[in-house]
């Protein structure tokens, strides 16, 4: 009789106690996918506006005048390009130099890293020559502070961190480095040099 006394207890005090209810929710979760897009669309644009058509085979940027002009009337308004002056200023010395990391890159010195920067590479002209080493060491710390004055400035104008465009920048790397050239990718979770 005890036996059954505290069963029905126990039954009463199970089914008398709270309950929690757990319901979906009435709209499905959107996650909004378009600023990562548009950061890479503007990524991309910046990035070629530096280094020129990215099939061009010479070392300079383009330079005609037909480009430029499509260039300066449409990309700022269509991308959204900062008119801070340190912002204007990064992005010309990074202009200046682009034959220069174009080169570096073609021989085999230069490569660009999983961070949105450009890294040295330990190739042979840079391990026969010090005074070659010396001038791609230079460029790197050069175009890497360029950079981030860029990442900075274009994270704040969005709203987002720049490790977001560091990223973005990466990935442009990632998908356009040419063949034969060095760039840092994701194999086995690790970052790893692959030459394209």
Same mark, same amino acid.
């Given at each position: 009789?005890?036996?059954?006394?505290?069963?029905?207890? &126990?039954?009463?005090?199970?089914? &008398?106690? $709270?309950?929690?209810?757990?319901?979906? $929710?009435? +709209? $499905?979760?959107?996650?909004? #996918?378009?600023?990562?897009?548009?950061? =890479?669309?503007?990524?991309?644009?910046?990035?070629?506006?530096?280094?020129?058509?990215?099939?061009?085979?010479?070392?300079?940027?383009?330079?005609?005048?037909?480009?430029?002009?499509?260039?300066?009337?449409?990309?700022?308004?269509?991308?959204? *390009?900062?008119?801070?002056?340190? =912002?204007?200023?990064?992005?010309?010395?990074?202009? *200046?130099?682009?034959?220069?990391?174009?080169?570096?890159?073609?021989?085999?010195?230069?490569?660009?890293?999983?961070?949105?920067?450009?890294?040295?590479?330990?190739?042979?002209?840079?391990? +026969?020559?010090?005074? =070659?080493?010396?001038?791609? +060491?230079?460029?790197?710390?050069?175009?890497?502070?360029?950079?981030?004055?860029?990442?900075?400035?274009?994270?704040?104008?969005?709203?987002?961190?720049?490790?977001?465009?560091?990223?973005?920048?990466?990935? =442009?790397?990632?998908?356009?480095?040419? $063949?034969?050239?060095? #760039?840092?990718?994701?194999?086995?979770?690790?970052?790893?040099?692959?030459?394209?």
């Amino acid at each position: 009789m005890a036996l059954v006394f505290f069963v029905l207890t &126990c039954i009463m005090y199970v089914s &008398c106690g $709270p309950r929690v209810k757990i319901e979906g $929710p009435d +709209k $499905p979760i959107e996650i909004n #996918v378009n600023v990562r897009i548009d950061i =890479y669309n503007h990524v991309a644009e910046v990035e070629e506006d530096i280094y020129g058509d990215d099939d061009d085979d010479d070392e300079g940027e383009d330079s005609s005048e037909s480009s430029f002009l499509l260039r300066s009337l449409f990309m700022p308004r269509a991308y959204g *390009a900062s008119d801070d002056a340190k =912002y204007k200023a990064a992005k010309e010395r990074r202009k *200046a130099r682009a034959g220069q990391v174009k080169q570096y890159k073609k021989d085999g010195s230069l490569g660009e890293n999983h961070k949105g920067g450009v890294s040295l590479i330990e190739s042979d002209k840079v391990k +026969k020559d010090k005074a =070659y080493a010396g001038k791609v +060491k230079k460029l790197v710390k050069e175009e890497n502070a360029d950079r981030e004055i860029m990442f900075k400035l274009d994270a704040k104008k969005r709203g987002v961190s720049p490790d977001i465009i560091r990223q973005e920048t990466a990935r =442009y790397w990632q998908d356009h480095t040419k $063949p034969g050239q060095w #760039v840092e990718v994701k194999k086995g979770g690790k970052w790893v040099w692959k030459r394209k």
